[in-house]
């Protein structure tokens, strides 16, 4: 037992508790507040082996935090599960709780539990970016592993955490990483069949370790094989042709897109085959026309496609081909795992040196450095595994062995205790070395923010106003603005994510948007006008010469003659009616949506602003609430200008405390400047 493992009880007046834990564990301030001042020991250990500072940290009670730390409270105190009141702190999201934790010594972020989980991968497994983002700033290392070798990204793809798994992405998350049974991250989302983590993981690179063996031999197809999930296998298949042919894992990131180019196809084909002869010698200018307005379409949707919806920021999730190679089999050997990829890690670090220089490549460099110290880590944790293993040490009921925690305790056989110093005094040491490197990657990771201009993100990240700022684009979120989850980014007067262009739709090409679906309109209605010009102009000629019982005879003999050609065209004609409701409903949509400056997302959604907007939003047209011609008419005018000046007013009803202003005028408490005016939250 260890010194501070006893439940030291002074006479307790009230003798409600027997430790403030146990008061901590009710929520009960004044209990805690008067016992610490009975002179109750503040490290008193409840019947789990938590500590006080365990359950405030948990119960986010923020009024007990410097109380009980200014009583010298421990945070590297572990309960019997081997967790520090750090971990309970990550799992509750307190990041005030953390700070005050950790103020003082930041590697007390990286402690590992029992299995190894540090803080990081609690809130990786809980779907917890933000406060992954947290610590992240304060230096703390992506690759961090557990026991097994897994890293945040392994349990956020094993859990299905699309969200994590986006923010790891953005911060450069090793793919390639393999825990000790040789599986990458992608594996896991394999064998989990998360379908849309796979296509993350494939766009920055993972579709080349698609044909990578783990330990046993599989492979991530071969995971999805085993678990007949029939369309990643499909998926994995098509990924690894386009990108042989491409370069990449996809031609559009959804199949809508495709779709739509089969629909184009097929009615340009049947136009062009059936129809336009038809009519050529008497409505020339109908065939002009029409394929006039088919090529405005196509234009149209290449615009669309390739247009910028409005990000806010540059993107931040990039490929990983530095970490690639060309071959990424090469660099792991199943027998050594970690050995192996301390070499492949330590090559890329020397490669980065000879090749880059610069701010970013700095941080790179420090981020690898640090690597090489998680994976030393690794081996000193296994080392000290097989210590205790070989003296039948490990009684799961004993406090687990946290690395500050001293180890010599009674029960070790004598003769480890040298090899048992050893590892302490390596551990110690490497201690430190963690400690000056994360301090030092947090301090480069905030100056390459600072000079981003990122000043008023860091101080509500700093803040835990995690609802202000979106933290895969590192940017406050501005009012209309919303992250698009399929591009990754942030966009400015979000609408939607529209499958059939395969991009954003937002202020930057709301307009080209809007003329897209406009013009495929008119197209397709004008297509059922050339049919009916080729009804009067080839069918009906063609039934009174007596052709009709040959057109009959044709149906039934089966063989695709001409007289076949009215049917195609009819059954095209019927085909087309499904995009005349669908598009002329969008257009219609986006015609009122225009006339009262609301987007799709706003009405499907309703955040904050709209409820400030539309208080009693009640029906489906609720945004019609207010509506007038003239109102409707300047609406038009701003939507076709790209004005958003009047939002502000029209939402809030307060034009003096514009966003825009607020973003300028708010800095950032490192450049010492005022805080940031506080906006209404965004879901
Ligand atoms: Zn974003």
Known sequence: MS????????????????????????????AVM????????????????????????????????????????????????????????????????????????????????????TPFIVAAKQDNSPVMEWMYLQGVSTEEQDDDGRTALHWACYNGNKKTVQWLLSRSASIVHRDRDGMTAIHWAAMKGHELIADMLMEVGAVKLLDVPDRNGITPIEFAMRKKNRYLVASFHKSQVLNYLLGRPYVFRNSFANLFMCFIAFNIMVFAFIVAPGIAARNPEAVMHWSVLMGLSLLLWVQCCFSDPGCLRPPTIHPQHHLLGNDPEKTFDVEQPIESQMAHCDSVLQQLTLTCNGKDSEVIKLELQQNMYNYQRQVLREARKQLE?????????????GELQPLIAPGYKEHIAPQQAQLDRATETLHERERSAGENLGRARVEQLLAEGCGEYLSLVEKGEFKHVCIVCRARRAMRSHHCKEIGRCVDKM???????????????????YMFVLVLFTTILYFYYTVFLYVFDTVFPEISHGSFSELLQAMTSGSLAPELQPLVVLITAV????????????????TAYMLVNVTTYEVLMRPPHMQRRFPKARGKFFFFQGFGLMSALANCARYWMLDGSADVAMFFGRPQESFVAAEQVAKHKWEGGPDAVNLPEEP
Not at 80 to 108: C, I, K, Q, W
Not at 498 to 513: E, H, K, T, Y
Not at 575 to 590: I, P, Q, S
């Open 3 to 30: 010194s501070y493992g006893s439940n030291a009880t002074p006479c307790s007046s009230s003798g409600r508790y027997a430790t403030v834990a146990d008061a901590a564990a009710q929520q009960s301030t004044e």
């Open 34 to 117: 008067e016992m610490l001042a009975q002179g109750y020991r503040v490290d008193g250990q409840d019947s789990l082996g938590n500590t006080a500072l365990h359950w405030i940290a948990f119960f986010r009670l923020d009024t007990l935090i410097s109380p009980v730390l200014e009583k010298r409270a421990r945070p590297d105190i572990v309960n019997y599960s081997g967790e520090s009141p750090v971990h309970f702190a990550a799992m509750s999201s307190h990041v005030a709780g953390l700070d005050a934790m950790t103020r003082a010594n930041r590697a007390l972020l990286s402690l590992h539990d029992k299995d190894g989980y």
């Open 389 to 401: 293993r070989r003296c039948g040490m490990g009684d799961p009921r004993s406090p687990a062995k």
């Open 495 to 513: 609408d939607h994510h529209c499958p059939w262009i395969d991009n954003c739709v937002g202020l930057g090409n709301q307009r080209s948007f």
């Open 575 to 590: 085909f087309d009616l499904v995009w005349v409701y669908f598009v002329g409903l969008l257009v219609l949509r986006h």
